[in-house]
């Protein structure tokens, strides 16, 4: 059949995870930043999409390909690590400690980050013709979403940063179900299908994306955003990541691993 039962794909996500942490440094880095660099393509797609046709939902519609694709090459990304890795410990496999699972979330980190950085410098090297000339219509899109995403969170203080912390939440919690999705086919077209309706979803609701922001806002600031590195990280990455951690990790994997693999007692009847 194409389709695994959930008992089936869930001690997939076990196996998965218990598999990441056990992967080489070089392996689980250059897997990494190929998903960041893969995604930020995937970002900037997305942005002309919506500039091109002036409808956001187009650039949502499009958006997923990008996961589809790193998904498919067996590149990794922090929200999907977040939810994976964590499993493998409960279940008790061997070898695997908070330690080695917080090793592996760092490398997966610096890996994404420095991918989506890359994708940044080159997308905004284009964009300004080697920083010759003001952002084209894009360039500037992707500043005034940087210029948005901190500072209009801020202006709201500690309700500005929960609330961008909840969208972190929302987000992983559908990126992951995307995870899982490509889980149950063991088709490709069922992969991508199962994969991108949730992908499209959070796109379209803007939620926040830990790796698509490590491309976002570098890239805006690189093209004249006005906000710091330092609203950055305080106004976005950080509630971001852990949003991402927490949604992603509640909502999917424990839900699914509690009620799937650790089931509840049947109740007799004698």
């Known amino acids: 059949m194409a389709y695994l039962a959930p008992a089936e794909f869930v001690t997939k996500m076990v196996d998965a995870g ?17 998903a960041g660099a893969i995604l930020a393509l995937a970002a900037v797609f997305a942005v002309t999409a919506t500039v091109m046709t002036g409808q956001p939902l187009v650039g949502a519609i499009l958006f997923p390909v990008g996961f589809c ?28 400690t908070i330690g080695a699972i917080l090793k592996n979330w760092g490398i997966v980190f ?20 080697g920083f010759s000339t003001e952002p084209n219509e894009i360039g500037q899109k992707i500043g005034h979403i940087g210029e948005a995403r901190t500072l209009g969170y801020a202006q709201y203080g500690l309700a500005g940063w929960l609330t961008i912390f909840m969208r972190g939440m929302l987000c992983n919690w559908m990126v992951s179900t995307g995870v899982v999705g490509a889980m149950i086919s063991t088709t490709v077209s069922g992969k991508v299908i199962a994969m991108w309706m949730p992908i499209m979803l959070f796109f379209a609701m803007t939620f926040e ?19 710091s590195i330092l609203d950055y990280f305080i106004w976005n990455e950080i509630p971001v990541v852990l949003g991402n951690l927490v949604g992603g990790l509640a909502f999917t994997g424990l839900t699914l691993y509690t009620t799937h693999v650790r089931t509840a007692p049947k109740r007799s009847f004698n």
Do not use: C, Q
């Open 110 to 129: 610096i890996g994404n980050f420095l991918g989506a950085l890359t994708v940044a410098f080159m997308m905004a090297f284009v964009f300004t013709y």
């Open 69 to 96: 694709m790193l998904y498919l090459l067996g590149f990794d990304l922090l929200t999907g690590v977040f939810v994976l890795t964590p499993l493998a410990w409960l279940d008790k496999r061997p070898g695997v």
């Open 18 to 34: 218990e598999a990441k942490i056990y992967m080489a440094t070089r392996d689980a880095l250059i897997r990494a930043y190929m």
């Open 209 to 227: 994306h830990s790796v698509v922001n490590m491309f976002l806002f570098p890239s805006g600031l690189m093209m004249g955003g006005n906000f």
